[in-house]
């Protein structure tokens, strides 16, 4: 098996780890606090592994086709941000449900994106400059984006106390990523490295998820009782995403391999930068982290839905 074939069947991995999550919790409930002190450490080194593949050193080569990344920066920061507005509309008023759909569905992906860009017949060396500016981008505007979209519950539940810890889990392998792009570049032949590591994502995800369901099974029967709610919401993002992906790219002028690097990096969302701050708020709020994995589950298949539909059809 090669790594493409992995991504393109990582959902049933997912899956697979969720179930044996579950097992695992429901059988042994004791075995809740391992898990949940197993988790962070897995989590940085899923961060990691994931930004170590992001050219992080080269901010400059993202601005070499400004008439794209203008298109995709108003798409990811400007439109997405209004469309996600526009759905918390048809969600409950549950603050929980909706810190988590926001964590979610406001950033963009940094891995995933290439990907799918690559199976999807996509512009990949595009894909593969704009993922740093995605990247840093994400993380200073996403506390901007929950101030204007969330209310006062949110800011009384997390607090900057407990902010830091799941900062730094983010902001470690960032910069433990940027320092190995650096040896990695400083002399030829161990980018074998970077390719070593670029299969460990997937497994790592994987191991992330069962240690999230294994120690939160209430949770996460919670969050299935929510599906209801939460598909048609998540489905209609990926459609809506496609749409305005489909609108900047005539708008922009832009052939049509850019217009679907555009929509892969619209329909992916960022949810291994925001896991770390969903597992932060205070008890009573983990519903919001199961949120961010069930979302992630709705992509992965609509992701194979894009594969089909955008060469096919949106951008022929």
Not at 16 to 26: E, F, R
Not at 63 to 75: M, P
Not at 93 to 108: E, F, H, I, T, Y
Request: a positive charge; aromatic letters at 10%.
């Amino acid at each position: 098996m090669d790594r493409l074939t992995l991504e393109r069947r990582q959902v049933w991995v997912y899956l697979t780890a969720i179930i044996a999550g579950l097992l695992l919790g429901s059988l042994l409930p004791g075995i809740a606090p391992t898990l949940q002190a197993m988790l962070w450490p897995t989590l940085m080194l899923l961060l990691y592994t994931t930004f170590v593949q992001v050219p992080l050193l080269h901010l400059r080569a993202a601005f070499a086709d400004r008439r794209f990344i203008s298109a995709l920066l108003v798409g990811n920061f400007l439109l997405v941000p209004l469309l996600v507005w526009g759905l918390l509309h048809w969600l409950p008023d549950d603050p929980v449900l909706r810190v988590g759909v926001l964590l979610v569905l406001l950033v963009p992906c940094t891995d995933w994106f290439i990907s799918f860009t690559q199976l999807g017949g996509g512009d990949v060396p595009r894909a593969v400059a704009v993922t740093p500016i995605n990247l840093l981008l994400q993380l200073l505007l996403l506390p901007v984006y929950l101030w204007l979209l969330t209310d006062a519950q949110l800011t009384s539940a997390l607090t900057v106390r407990d902010a830091v810890p799941a900062l730094l889990v983010v902001l470690v392998p960032l910069l433990l990523a940027a320092l190995s792009e650096r040896w990695l570049e400083a002399r030829t032949g161990r980018d074998a490295l970077r390719q070593h590591l670029a299969w460990w994502p997937v497994p790592l995800l994987g191991l992330v998820v069962l240690l999230i369901a294994g120690a939160q099974v209430a949770a996460v029967k919670n969050a299935l009782e929510l599906l209801p709610l939460l598909l048609p919401v998540f489905i209609a993002y990926l459609l809506l995403a496609a749409v305005i992906a489909k609108l900047l790219a005539l708008a922009w002028q832009l052939p049509a391999s850019h217009g679907r690097t555009l929509a892969f990096s619209l329909g992916t969302r960022n949810s291994f930068v925001v896991l770390p701050f969903a597992l932060s708020l205070p008890h009573g709020w983990e519903v919001a982290a199961v949120v961010i994995v069930v979302q992630s589950l709705v992509e992965l298949f609509g992701m194979l839905g894009y594969l089909y539909w955008l060469p096919r059809r949106l951008f022929r």
